[in-house]
């Protein structure tokens, strides 16, 4: 069924709330973007005579493919090769959805979409539409078929599950590109004590390579473990310039509303380092390299003004 004007108008509108919901409840732009378009062939096939509320139509639709979709991701991630981490996304992405509370942009930091996967589907799906979207009890039980008493039960039982106790620092641009200068520094110092001054006593760091790239098995925890292993990771050495492929280029930039170190080859992002900040220091570093979750990042990379590197290296 061909839609009309209208109709097509009605979801375009939509579209950037369903990415945005999609991506929180997915971790992954791509499997988002897909996400969506089947909730458009859904709307393309739906006698729209009968849709009373288009926004909550589609909202039960994608909330519903999104479910489906987090069941059999989670039994592919039983066999995935090595650490899980989400797909990262550049600031500016309509996919980072609304951010003008500190809860919103909390829902989805790579720390939190990571913690988001100890949910269960139900619990993610409930913590996603209400504390990111601000949608009632009432409308999350009907999307959910749940009732209104059984939601709130699960809202409360997901944030009890993903409580830091943690205070999060927030920065702009420029607080941002000091902080990555100042992890990079040291980084590339090869001084372990300078890295361990930046990390709290408890950072942990974990790296997802998709067993295309070494990785290391498990998150490494406490700070002077944490510095070690970065200080190795950026140790240029024969092996690494051959795996990079060409000249590398260490960028600054925001990802997931936190400060980033984006790792370029060429036109492609061939890595992305994640750094969530509290008053405590620097809790987690993220290192996102599977090429297969990067192609959305290097689209992305392509299309907004990241200035000069910061330093090349390996």
Not at 250 to 274: K, Q, Y
């Amino acid at each position: 069924m061909s839609l009309g004007v209208r109709e097509v108008e009605l979801f375009e509108k939509a579209r950037p709330r369903l990415e945005a919901i999609a991506y929180r409840l997915l971790g992954s732009a791509s499997d988002a973007e897909d996400a969506v378009q089947d909730t458009y062939l859904r709307w393309q096939d739906a006698d729209h005579a009968f849709v009373e509320t288009p926004e909550a139509w589609l909202t039960k639709v994608l909330t519903n493919i999104c479910l489906n979709r987090l069941t059999s991701a989670r039994a592919k991630r039983e066999t995935y090769v090595g650490q899980w981490l989400p797909e990262p996304v550049f600031a500016g992405d309509r996919m980072l959805g609304p951010a003008e509370t500190a809860e919103q942009r909390e829902s989805v930091s790579i720390a939190m979409l990571t913690l988001m996967e100890r949910l269960s589907a139900n619990e993610r799906t409930v913590y996603v539409l209400r504390e990111a979207f601000g949608y009632p009890h009432a409308e999350i039980a009907e999307i959910l078929d749940l009732t209104e008493a059984n939601c709130q039960q699960i809202y409360r039982r997901a944030k009890q599950h993903l409580a830091t106790g943690r205070t999060r620092v927030e920065v702009d641009a420029a607080g941002a590109r000091k902080i990555v200068e100042e992890f990079l520094a040291a980084a590339l110092s090869g001084n372990t004590d300078s890295l361990v001054q930046l990390l709290a006593d408890d950072t942990i760091t974990a790296g997802d390579a998709g067993g295309v790239y070494f990785s290391v098995p498990k998150p490494i925890t406490g700070a002077l473990k944490v510095a070690r292993f970065l200080r190795r990771l950026f140790t240029p050495d024969a092996a690494k310039q051959e795996l990079v492929g060409g000249r590398l280029e260490f960028f600054a930039s925001i990802v997931n509303g936190v400060p980033a170190l984006v790792l370029v080859v060429g036109d492609r992002v061939f890595g992305v380092i994640s750094l969530e900040v509290t008053t405590d220091g620097i809790t987690a570093v993220h290192t996102q390299a599977n090429p297969a979750k990067l192609d959305h990042a290097t689209r992305q990379w392509a299309a907004i003004d990241h200035g000069e590197p910061l330093a090349e290296g390996w």
